[in-house]
């Protein structure tokens, strides 16, 4: 997988788990989640909370992860 951070939108009803992926400028849904956790950082320090997520999508495995509220590529 090839590292990024770019913004990705993404489709995620009531529960917040990811439903589809626009990737690649077409909207890909994610047929299994492979890995989920979750980076918290100590609250001295004001590092993020970020809930990663590897999912496998019609058009290839891809790395997310939610951050503020927003959804962020990190591989693909």
């Known amino acids: 997988m090839n590292r990024k951070r770019l913004p990705v939108e993404v489709l ?3 529960n ?3 439903m589809r992926l626009r990737l ?3 909207w890909a849904p994610i047929e299994q989640q492979i890995a989920s956790w979750v980076i918290q ?3 001295w320090s004001d590092e993020v909370h970020r809930e990663y997520m590897r999912v496998v999508t019609s058009i290839g495995g891809a790395e997310v992860y ?3 509220g927003k959804w962020w590529l990190s591989r693909v």
């Open 66 to 68: 939610r951050e503020g």
């Open 24 to 26: 690649k400028g077409q």
């Open 41 to 43: 950082g100590v609250w």
């Open 12 to 14: 995620a009803p009531g």
């Open 16 to 18: 917040g788990l990811p």
